[in-house]
């Protein structure tokens, strides 16, 4: 931010001459969504306007003990938009199924499916939900 006006006047004196510029960054506002379900924080948060279905389950907390990782759905206007696989995002990075929130969005965590507990010689010993 502290670069912007010398970056852009910069790149702007290619063009025009006798100018000036002034940078200034303005708030960004905050929505209301609703996290339900099996959620270790449920209920009515605000999260930044930019947020995603994937940055609001960080800020959130996520699921609880009792909640799936595998079928995280993103709820608009009473009609499922997005169902998104934890386990895909935080082992291989997969971020397709990721969406912006909007207003009033609702994230449904469901209880969690079937566990196996996996120990012994394995690179990451922990419970998964299959």
């Known amino acids: 931010m502290k670069d912007a006006e ?3 006047a910069t790149h702007i004196s290619k063009i025009f001459r006798n100018f000036t510029v002034n940078v200034s960054m303005g708030r960004l506002r905050s929505i209301e969504i609703y ?3 099996q959620a270790k924080t449920p209920g009515k948060h605000l999260v930044s306007s930019l947020s995603s279905l ?3 389950l960080f800020e959130t907390g996520g699921p609880g003990v009792n909640g799936s990782m595998r079928s995280i759905s993103l709820r608009r206007n009473g009609k499922t938009v997005a169902t998104v696989d934890m386990y895909a995002f935080l082992v291989q990075g997969d971020n397709r199924s990721d969406v912006p929130l909007m207003t009033g969005d609702l ?3 469901p209880p969690a499916g079937p566990r196996a ?3 012994g010689s394995v ?3 922990a419970i ?3």
Do not use: K
Request: hydrophobic share 60%.
């Open 117 to 119: 507990a996996l120990l």
């Open 54 to 56: 994937v940055n609001a």
């Open 35 to 37: 996290v339900v379900g």
């Open 107 to 109: 994230i449904y965590i």
């Open 128 to 130: 998964y939900e299959m």
């Open 123 to 125: 690179n990451i010993p």
């Open 6 to 8: 010398r970056v852009l």
